[in-house]
């Protein structure tokens, strides 16, 4: 926390370098005669790379990081004020600021708020589902920098994917510039790159994996990282594939030609002949060839095809929704259908493709994902209040494959605080047999390796709680509680005016409580609060609340109406 207040301390300090620059900046440009405006761009643009150069100087910074350094100083309230309580609060580090600035560069300011509320702010009903505690008020505790990072990229992809024609286009634009390039470096080795379709580029890279595990537990004594590489460089290089009807083109001797001299040192004609040759009758050049190739060929023909798993909102499915729904407080059920004006855009709603490489994406783009030809849906079933899944018990010790995948799908990522890992191994909390532990997803949680050692060692104490809660003690005592997996994530939408409606409510509530307390007196003895409201006829102010002031119950019905 000491260093979080020093960073705090950090951005106020360059608040005043910024400040002094500019008034330096205003004499020099007085001196010269040059007209000041209050207003103008050039002096604000040169106030900034002033100030930047200042910093640089001073404290050694990068131009880069001295450029956002200068951007979260001079940001504006109340984008400035959540950050700086963040800060003085120990919840984030300089490093995950500086991250909010990059990612949200490209953001409108009213969206960039939003994001800030969620990461930063102090209202717990647009706050980040990871910032929650079990009864669904903030935590406090510092963001870990894996769960930081998802909740960012969420944000960042929710807020994008609430203009649905323009996020379209980008993706659109990005796919137009899908391309492949080498990179042949001094030792020997190259890199081979690819760029394309996020869903396409994923499920090869997992084709990969699953090819390189299985050759792996072959026997293979090579790591996972090279059995990968060439795994992936076999099927470019020899791999073709059969078109139904398309009988495959025969080699032209004209054509296939290859000069081979930087391989095997004389020119060969049609397909290499200084290779083996495979059971198939493919021959396989010893050089280019990666070893043991008819292993890994064997491995690869007998890989299922690939899946993507991704988790969107039920809505989703629906190609005709495109009507904006604005965020309601956690736990208020379903959303409101209230339209902000127009101009001014929110955060919509996200879907997150899970696996080996998680990321976000907007709901049109899962929605793409989830009406492609093949598509399976799997619907699950979440408490409103919490985001929780529901359960069920079985009397078995090991649970069953239907409640793998829902222990699975509860939890998403492991339980455990710190690193947010995708695998890991199911743990009965309550230890099964002598302590009386069940067989459920009520004492089932997915654990990653390492903390499902603590936890079987006893260096860590575990307690599961009815809502699936758990407290995780260590060794020198720290407690930290870590809820299921907020399903809600993916269903939330905010709009800028939430803010100010949300503001609103607070003061109207606080109105009616000092009205409550006060009575008809308009006073209440000894705490100097008074209350006073203006005569509709007479245009008088009169001491207390006025006649028709709403009760709490009355505003908070509806709130939820």
């Known amino acids: 926390m000491r260093r979080s207040r020093a960073e705090a301390d950090l951005v106020v300090a360059v608040r005043g370098v910024v400040e002094r620059v500019q008034e330096r900046e205003r004499e020099r440009r007085a001196g010269r005669g040059e007209p000041l405006t209050g207003g103008s761009r050039a002096l604000s643009r040169g106030v900034r790379l002033a100030a930047i150069g200042e910093i640089e ?126 990179r042949v470096h001094e030792d020997g080795v190259a890199t081979l790159s690819i760029r394309g379709p996020v869903a396409s580029v994923l499920a090869a890279g997992q084709r990969l994996e699953r090819g390189a595990r299985g050759v792996r537990a072959a026997g293979d004594p090579r790591t996972l990282g090279q059995l990968g590489v060439d795994v992936g460089l076999g099927l470019l290089t020899y791999a073709t594939v059969a078109l139904h009807g398309c009988p495959d083109k025969q080699p032209d001797p004209a054509t296939d030609a290859v000069s081979a001299d930087a391989v095997s040192g004389h020119p060969v004609s049609g397909h290499p002949v200084s290779g083996g040759e495979s059971a198939g009758g493919v021959l396989f050049e010893e050089v280019i060839a990666p070893q043991d190739m008819e292993l890994l060929a064997r491995v690869v023909n007998g890989l299922p095809p690939v899946a993507l798993q991704v988790v969107l909102p039920y809505s989703t499915r629906d190609t005709g929704q495109q009507e904006a729904v604005h965020n309601r407080p956690h736990g208020a059920g379903q959303d409101c259908a209230r339209r902000g004006p127009p101009g001014r855009s929110g955060r919509g709603r996200v879907g997150e493709v899970l696996g080996p490489n998680p990321f976000f994406v907007s709901e049109g783009h899962a929605r793409e994902l989830a009406l492609m030809p093949g598509s399976t849906l799997h619907r699950l079933v979440v408490d409103p209040r919490d985001g929780r899944l529901v359960e069920r018990t079985i009397k078995g010790y090991r649970p069953d494959a239907d409640m793998r995948r829902q222990v699975v799908a509860a939890d998403v990522y492991s339980r455990a605080p710190g690193a947010r890992a995708r695998t890991g191994e199911l743990d009965h909390v309550t230890p099964y047999g002598w302590a009386g532990g069940p067989t459920s997803e009520v004492n089932l949680a997915l654990l990653a390796k390492r903390p499902h050692r603590y936890k079987t060692e006893g260096t860590w104490q575990v307690e599961i709680g009815a809502r699936r809660d758990l407290t995780f003690t260590t060794l020198l005592g720290q407690v930290v509680t870590t809820r299921v997996h907020d399903y809600r994530t993916y269903l939330r939408r905010v709009h800028p005016d939430d803010l100010e409606d949300r503001r609103d409510l607070a003061g109207q509530l606080l109105q009616a409580a000092l009205a409550e307390r006060a009575g008809i007196q308009g006073r209440r003895r000894g705490d100097g609060l008074t209350t006073e409201h203006t005569d509709p006829d007479t245009g008088q102010t009169r001491p207390g609340p006025r006649p028709d002031q709403p009760t709490i119950d009355d505003l908070l019905g509806d709130e939820d109406a």
Request: aromatic letters at 8%; glycine letters at 8%.
């Open 57 to 182: 100087v001073a404290l050694g910074f990068s131009a880069w990081e001295a450029g956002l350094l200068v951007r979260a100083a001079t940001a504006a309230e109340p984008l400035a004020g959540m950050v700086d309580a963040a800060l003085r609060a120990g919840e984030t580090t300089w490093v995950q600021v500086r991250w909010f600035y990059e990612k949200t560069a490209s953001l409108e300011d009213d969206r960039r708020l939003l994001v800030a509320a969620a990461l930063f702010g102090d209202d717990p009903g647009l706050a980040a589902g990871d910032r929650l505690g079990p009864e669904g008020d903030l935590h406090g505790r510092a963001w870990s920098v894996p769960s930081f990072r998802a909740a960012l990229d969420a944000e960042v992809t929710a807020c994008r994917g609430s203009d649905v024609a323009a996020e379209r286009a980008a993706r659109a634009r990005a796919y137009a510039a899908r391309r492949t390039w080498t």
